[in-house]
């Protein structure tokens, strides 16, 4: 099955501390359903010194968030939508978004 979200879209936050916000999907974890955002649901976690990081000291990271909280960007009007599917006549499925029509883009390769 076609995947709603990708690692690489621009997404928005629909609920919870960070509804609002858009950010980058670094992950996607498929398994619990849930993705990884840049900048969104940060928690601070207190980390002791080790030989890999000598300092220590509080560290902020973003930790994965349910899938059903965010929704792609529209290409179009810069606001979330719902996905929609369309397949294309070679057979592949592009994702289309309801709201405007437009395809929304696949992220490059990074």
Request: overall charge positive.
């Amino acid at each position: 099955m076609a995947a709603r979200i990708r690692t690489g879209d621009n997404v928005v936050v629909i609920s919870g501390k960070d509804k609002g916000k858009t950010g980058k999907v670094s992950r996607v974890l498929v398994e619990e359903d849930r993705v990884v955002v840049a900048g969104i649901n940060l928690v601070k976690r207190h980390t002791r010194p080790t030989p890999r990081s000598p300092s220590g000291g509080i560290v902020e990271r973003e930790q994965p968030i349910a899938a059903c909280k965010v929704m792609p960007v529209d290409p179009k009007t810069g606001k979330g939508t719902r996905v929609r599917f369309k397949a294309l006549e070679d057979g592949k499925k592009v994702r289309i978004a309801a709201k405007s029509g437009e395809e929304i883009p696949v992220a490059a390769a990074e």
